[in-house]
């Protein structure tokens, strides 16, 4: 018999450790025969499962699975007693029917090992048929088989863009010079989105690998992996798979035994969020400020260091080796006609059950939100959900089933982008969210091209009014027209697509900028400037908390009498309202 | 200082010369990248000062003022943002008695640093207060684990 405990980080701060002391105290004083393991605790950024029902505890008994949840120390007596000794399933804590449909509609190709293996041993990834593909693509394969096959499987850039993976590799394989160069981009700066995070923690050899096919396949000699300074987990795991990948000859000079000599370098990215855009990226691995270049000469003909260069996505690259192993066929199987495979999406906000997914291209929103996602946390209503971060948009409930590919999304207003999906409910004003991720492309445009660099700070400002109280009846048309200019006129995809959360807002949400501006009322209650604030005197115990944080005098009152705000004096900055314990604070 | 400076301008020079690097390793040895380093590296490597800070002052992950010695982290990334991560920030300024863009305690012990996202986007919002994580957070813990660090200071 074996038990195991998630002691994943969500399975230890919902009291994993405990738990699993419990067992084994229990079966120390029961004398049963049992084995207790830890689930995913080499895996320290979760387990990819569902982490919303910790502690999780599965018991294996007589070749059957049985899993548990909410499981707390003083449940284990009982588990021990009636299902180890006795035999029998304690039904009453049994997972319901959530955790099967979390995980009925996943499929798992990228994550498949991710919290499954020890990241940081390389037998544990050849145990699992790691570096197959690769020793095969170099004893027996063409560099033109393998980019014909990723033609074939329909694999589409992950990381945003969505252009043909396959096609990208032949013109990289096409282009002349002696020296060519292959990126990983793990440069994952949406805030909102982990996934290349977690393949690269929770499997960094299939991303090895995937870089190893794709460097044969355009005969690259070179490689470098540009990864975020901020994710020093990644960068530490990353470093050692590339020792011990080198240590068996599968990096380096003539690997796998064969006369193709690659090697792959780490970039430590400085933070700035352009430099996933590929012209920036080249820039900021060449020592300098990251910014875009107008294209064409495309990087395929001249990238770093002037020489071809093939940038693709971790999620992308972590495909490879499954393609190469099961088929184009197999992978094709997945999605739809135009959108192939699968897709990480990081699913986050308002929801019950939010991580990491890998969904089937083409599954439909409702399903993710409702079916896996388990529907919104507080019981409120669904409101939107804004996928692809400052270049997408968001997608209203009304078009929950919409199907979740590239084109759908286009057409929709929004991107596939990396798969950052936030879940929105009745609490989340729309206004202030396009705000958001204007605020956020604003302070990271560049600077190059006026177009982004001005446009968006208007943008800001426009927003800004509006969610202070004072906007104005035309400034809809002002932000559309804006918007308009920055989109067709900026120099690259940043600029091009920062415009996309306001547009996509104002298509479906309208009615809200309408009650920002012409109401002044935010009917989220989110918008500070907008609201007005009062103390319920039967409500408060005047306890002097909000006294003391008024930065701006406007709250008085003496001991054991209720608080009063004067409105002439507050400022609306809420603070008040935040340190209130008894709810006596109240907005409109 | 100095001499720790002439080291990695030879590792600098060893490597190839890559200026976001010898910035990179400037930071991680002094927390901050002082003037003098930079003169120093001008005037040894030849390269104009002002590309040094124009590298410098391009990337969020520099800094040219030196940071307290302890590091309270608030995650403003999407998840965290529609999550409540404004109100924390402003409880813990008010805690650190932090005016306008102002980062770092007049004592110099404590910074509060805000980044665009942390990756732990299904425990939002997020609070690191030197490296240890905590997910869910709400005003009150985060002021709870600031008293705490301050006690131990």
Redesign the interface.
């Known amino acids: 018999m074996i038990i195991r405990v998630c002691m994943g980080p969500a399975g230890i701060a919902a009291g994993g450790k405990q738990v699993l002391d419990a067992f084994n105290a229990e079966l120390g004083r029961t004398q049963v025969a049992a084995k207790v393991l830890e689930n995913c605790s080499s895996h320290q950024v979760g387990c990819l499962g569902l982490c919303a029902r910790d502690v999780l505890v599965e018991v294996h008994r007589d070749g059957t699975k049985t899993v548990y949840q909410y499981v707390k120390p003083d449940m284990v007596a009982r588990i021990v007693q009636e299902h180890l000794i006795g035999g029998k399933v304690v039904k009453d804590w049994l997972v319901d029917a959530a955790y099967d449909s979390f995980y009925r509609k996943q499929v798992k190709v990228v994550l498949a090992d991710c919290g499954r293996i020890d990241p940081e041993s390389i037998d544990a990834y050849e145990s699992v048929k790691g570096y197959e593909a690769a020793r095969d693509v170099l004893a027996s394969r063409t560099p033109e088989e393998i980019i014909e096959e990723i033609k074939m499987s329909g694999l589409r850039g992950r990381g945003g863009a969505g252009f043909p993976t396959g096609l990208k590799w032949e013109l990289g394989r096409k282009a002349k010079s002696d020296v060519k160069y292959i990126i990983c981009n793990a440069d994952e700066g949406d805030p909102g989105a982990f996934m290349d995070r977690a393949v690269i923690e929770g499997s960094p050899h299939a991303v090895i690998e995937g870089m190893i096919i794709g460097a044969y396949a355009i005969q690259a000699g070179h490689g470098y992996v540009y990864i975020r300074a901020e994710y020093p987990l990644a960068v530490e795991r990353l470093r050692m798979a590339l020792d011990q990948a080198r240590s068996r000859g599968y990096l380096g000079k003539g690997i796998f035994r064969s006369k193709f000599d690659f090697d792959i370098k780490i970039k430590l990215g400085a933070g700035a969020f352009v430099c996933g855009e590929e012209t920036a990226l080249i820039a900021s691995i060449e020592g300098q400020r990251g910014m875009p270049r107008p294209k064409p000469p495309f990087p395929v003909n001249k990238g770093l260091w002037q020489k071809p260069t093939v940038i693709n996505n971790v999620e992308t690259l972590a495909n490879i080796p499954h393609i190469i192993r099961n088929g184009c066929g197999w992978y094709a199987g997945f999605g739809t006609e135009r959108s192939r495979g699968t897709k990480v999406f990081a699913l986050t906000g308002k929801i019950k059950n939010p991580g990491l997914i890998e969904v089937p291209m083409g599954i439909t929103l409702r399903e993710i939100i409702e079916e896996i996602g388990g529907g919104i946390e507080s019981g409120k209503p669904f409101k939107a959900v804004q996928t692809g971060g400052p270049s997408g948009g968001c997608i209203p409930a009304s078009m929950m089933d919409i199907t979740m590919d590239y084109e759908a999304l286009a057409k929709a207003g929004s991107i596939v982008g990396s798969g950052g999906m936030i879940v929105l409910d009745a609490d989340d004003c729309m206004v202030n969210v396009a705000k958001y991720f204007v605020q956020f492309t604003q302070a990271e445009s560049c600077g190059k091209c006026v177009p982004c660099r001005v446009g968006t700070k208007r943008l800001l400002e426009t927003l800004e009014r509006i969610t202070s109280g004072k906007g104005s009846p035309n400034d809809i048309e002002l932000l559309e027209e804006l918007s308009g200019g920055i989109k067709s006129l900026s120099l690259c995809g940043l600029g091009q697509t920062a415009p996309n959360p306001v547009l996509s807002t104002i298509k479906y949400f309208r009615d809200e900028y309408d009650a920002h501006i012409r109401d002044r009322k935010c009917p989220a209650k989110v918008c500070k400037g907008l609201l007005t604030y009062s103390i319920d005197a039967a409500k408060c115990k005047a306890c002097g908390s909000c006294l003391k944080a008024c930065p701006s005098g406007a709250v008085s009152g003496e001991k054991k009498k209720p608080h009063k705000i004067d409105p002439a004096k507050c400022v609306r900055c809420g603070a008040c309202f935040d340190v209130c314990k008894f709810g006596a604070v109240e907005r409109e | 200082m100095e001499s720790r400076l002439r080291e990695l301008i030879e590792r600098h020079r060893e490597t190839g010369?890559?200026?976001?690097?010898l910035?990179?390793d400037t930071q991680e040895a002094f927390g901050y990248i002082p003037r003098d380093a930079v003169m120093l590296f001008s005037r040894e490597l030849g390269i104009a000062a002002s590309r040094f800070y124009?590298?410098a002052t391009?990337?969020?992950?520099?800094r040219l003022k030196p940071v307290g010695r302890h590091k309270v982290t608030a995650c403003?990334?999407?998840?965290c943002?529609?999550?409540g991560a404004d109100?924390i920030i402003?409880?813990i300024q008010?805690e650190l008695h932090l005016a306008g863009e102002q980062d770092t305690t007049d004592d110099g012990l404590i910074t509060l640093d805000k980044?665009?996202?942390?990756?732990?986007?299904?425990?939002?919002p997020v609070v690191l207060v030197d490296g240890a994580?905590h997910?869910k957070a709400t005003?009150d813990i985060a002021i709870r684990e600031i008293k705490n660090l301050r006690k131990k200071i």
């Open positions: 010369g890559n200026i976001i690097s910035l990179q124009g590298v391009f990337y969020a992950q520099f403003c990334g999407t998840a943002h529609v999550r109100r402003s409880g008010r980044v665009a996202c942390l990756g732990f986007c299904s425990f939002a994580v997910g005003t």
